[in-house]
């Protein structure tokens, strides 16, 4: 057993008062959850005291909350890891010492309806079902069960994990600065959609949300989800997928999404390094030597570059020719080494070892022995083919 | 007295593109602390996430080469930008964790004479940051700082790739990681400043795709450091530098306030403490003037 201070968020909004800090003593294993915590706290010191919980398992998800500005799920989080924690963040900021208080709060980029409860409904549920959450199948529904391959359902098994706790939502940090962004949880769900052999709509669902502003193009790329994640959905690497296939099926999205990508990975295989002017020019105007096709967005953020790139000029940040001019950017002394890199990698029309398999040796070894190369596409069964 | 610092250095693209000062200020500070860099010229991009979006072999081949060429100098390797640094440990995890993965992709680098190998000689790939840290000590810093940074109030800025995911950036070995810009902070006698977008992210990804989503962010944290009394930021990611700084005029437009706060890269804040000009530091081109900044130190002789 040990002493903890825990650090509450709270408000009741029947008292008309704005939220405030409560501490709370609590005595109990550091094995044991911060939602036991809390509990205790309920029981022994203030039954008003709100949080939502049921399995106290890591399965119903209920209990997401923010740990030290972490979010995650109450029940998973061990007292005693978020005792250290507490004390390494007060450590970093010179005020040292042991038996900091561990600090708790609803979750974020969601309104809070009493201390720990926050409204799922206003922007979790509504992101979910903004995203047509349900199979839509090819013709009519088979009169039994849909027969797949069992290897063309392993790309989604990820996305399929989601308990709907909605602490990536809480950590999204594109959220934080687009209340619209559709989000982690909702785009990770519809990428469970969009990688599923049996739906028929796949390439509406990607237009659909490469197209929108919020869609899959307004994620920072920042991480936050993957580790706030208690069940290893890893929400982010969903939506690079979704950016993946987007591209894979040809889509021209309106945000320069696409032509982003595809600009940089030509910059890359023909000069080894950036260039970062001709990225920007390639990126709203690709192809300006060919067809010349930027639409009014791309017009309007290349003239909104302009004081940028002026303010460089005149501090010396970009003073010179191969900053100034895009595609005067030397390639390496070894540009036709990382030119067979890329001829070789592109060669392959599917995508293969996506997924960390594990630590050396657990797995690897049976493969070296039939041959290396799997397929995660879902209309090749996952058997292993001659590298 | 520990081993002097000998490594593989990758500058990556923007230290020698929109951020010239960094690469220049981290070859003084190398001078100054004694560490022989043996520059990777001939290493490629990292991708930035990007490549790997678009193809992951692609982007694990190409970091593989630079491991590979990294490795042919028998030292372990240093980068001087976060998202080098995490869009590299992704591509490095994934290698680690497959022998017949690294065989396949080995043969296709095999015909440049070159070859990656998991730990060959405990090879790691950190950041200037952790190299400081973790390799050359703080205490051995502390000792080389001739002018304190007395008085200087800095945040700390870190960038997503470099504090996430934990477990691909080795946390659990280094849980501390994601506090030790506060300890070099310290230790070069500056004085930290809590605020709220420490670790959170510059933006700098989706700054040609969603400029508003991207230019709100960076102005939220600037403005959240000025609130807290900053007299600049910090940082080890000079792509967040470029959002941070070079983009600070547009990012005040967006969030609608005044802005005007000094974002260093990592190697000045140390040379400016090992004695070193603001000007050889390259801090004249920064957009968000600096000025401020000298003005703190001057009334301390370097």
Request: glycine content about 10%.
């Amino acid at each position: 057993m040990a002493d903890y201070t825990i650090k509450v968020r709270r408000f009741q909004p029947e008292s008309g008062e704005g939220p405030y800090w409560e501490e709370f003593n609590v005595d109990l294993d550091p094995s044991l959850s911060v939602l036991d915590g809390l509990l205790q706290a309920k029981d022994r010191e203030d039954g008003s005291l709100a949080v939502r919980c049921s399995c106290r398992a890591a399965i119903c998800g209920s209990c997401g909350m923010k740990i030290n500005g972490q979010s995650g799920l109450g029940c998973k989080t061990q007292i005693g890891e978020a005792q250290e924690l507490a004390d390494k963040q007060a450590s970093a900021t010179g005020k040292g010492g042991e038996g900091n208080s561990i600090v708790i709060e609803p979750m974020g980029n969601m309104p809070v309806i009493k201390d720990l409860v926050t409204d799922m409904e206003s922007t979790h549920w509504t992101k979910i079902r903004r995203v047509t959450p349900w199979l839509l199948p090819h013709g009519e529904p088979p009169e039994r069960e849909y027969i797949v391959e069992p290897e063309s359902m392993i790309d989604i098994t990820q996305s399929m994990a989601c308990i709907q706790c909605g602490a990536c939502v809480s950590s999204c940090l594109s959220m934080e600065a687009d209340h619209e962004f559709i989000g982690p949880a909702a785009l990770a769900k519809a990428y469970r959609f969009v990688g599923d052999p049996r739906d028929a709509e796949t390439h509406e669902r990607l237009h659909d949300l490469a197209d929108d502003p919020h869609g899959i193009y307004d994620c920072t790329h920042c991480f936050s989800c993957i580790d706030a994640c208690p069940k290893g959905v890893a929400p982010m690497d969903q939506i690079m997928r979704l950016r993946r296939k987007a591209g894979e099926v040809g889509i021209e999205d309106p945000n320069s999404g696409h032509d982003h990508e595809i600009a940089f990975v030509k910059i890359i295989e023909k000069k080894g390094t950036l260039d970062e002017s001709l990225l920007l020019q390639e990126s709203f105007a690709p192809g300006i030597k060919g067809k010349l096709k930027p639409n009014k967005r791309a017009i309007r953020e290349m003239l909104g570059s302009i004081p940028t790139a002026i303010r460089g000029i005149k501090t010396g940040k970009m003073r010179s020719l191969h900053k100034l001019i895009p595609g005067v950017h030397p390639k390496l002394p070894d540009q036709d080494d990382v030119k067979t890199i890329f001829a070789h990698a592109e060669e392959h029309s599917e995508e293969f070892n996506l997924y960390i398999k594990g630590e050396e040796g657990e797995l690897a070894e049976d493969d070296v022995e039939k041959g290396i190369e799997r397929s995660t596409d879902p209309d090749t069964p996952q058997e292993v083919k001659n590298g | 007295m520990a081993e002097n610092i000998k490594v593989a250095y990758w500058p990556g693209c923007v230290s020698r593109g929109f951020t010239p000062e960094l690469h220049g200020s981290m070859a003084l500070v190398a001078e100054k602390l004694g560490w022989e860099l043996v520059e990777l010229d001939r290493a490629n991009c990292c991708g930035a996430g990007v490549i790997a979006e678009h193809n992951q072999e692609l982007a694990d081949t190409l970091n593989a080469r630079t491991f590979a060429l990294a490795q042919q100098t028998g030292l372990s390797m240093m980068n001087i930008c976060s998202t080098c640094q995490g869009a590299q440990s992704e591509c490095q995890q994934r290698l680690d964790a497959d022998s017949a993965y690294r065989a396949h992709i080995n043969e296709v680098l095999s015909g440049q004479g070159l070859s990656y190998e998991k730990d060959k000689g405990g090879f790691t790939n950190k950041n200037f940051l952790w190299l400081l840290v973790e390799d050359y000590g703080l205490d051995r810093l502390k000792e080389q700082v001739v002018r304190p940074l007395s008085g200087l109030r800095v945040g700390p800025f870190y960038g997503c790739y470099i504090v996430r995911p934990k477990e691909r950036l080795g946390y659990g070995k280094h849980p501390d990681r994601d506090v030790y810009l506060e300890k070099v902070i310290e230790a070069l006698g500056g004085q930290v400043v809590e605020y709220d977008g420490a670790r959170k992210c510059c933006g700098f990804p989706v700054i040609a795709m969603a400029r508003e989503t991207s230019l709100r962010q960076a102005g939220t944290h600037v403005g959240d450091a000025i609130d807290a009394g900053a007299d600049c930021l910090v940082t080890p990611c000079p792509l967040c530098h470029l959002n941070l700084d070079m983009q600070q005029p547009e990012a005040a437009k967006v969030v609608n306030r005044d802005l005007g706060l000094a974002v260093l890269h990592l190697p000045q804040l140390v040379g400016l403490a090992l004695g070193v000009e603001p000007k050889e530091l390259g801090m004249a081109k920064h957009i968000a003037s600096t000025r401020w900044v000298e003005e703190r130190l001057s009334a301390v002789a370097a």
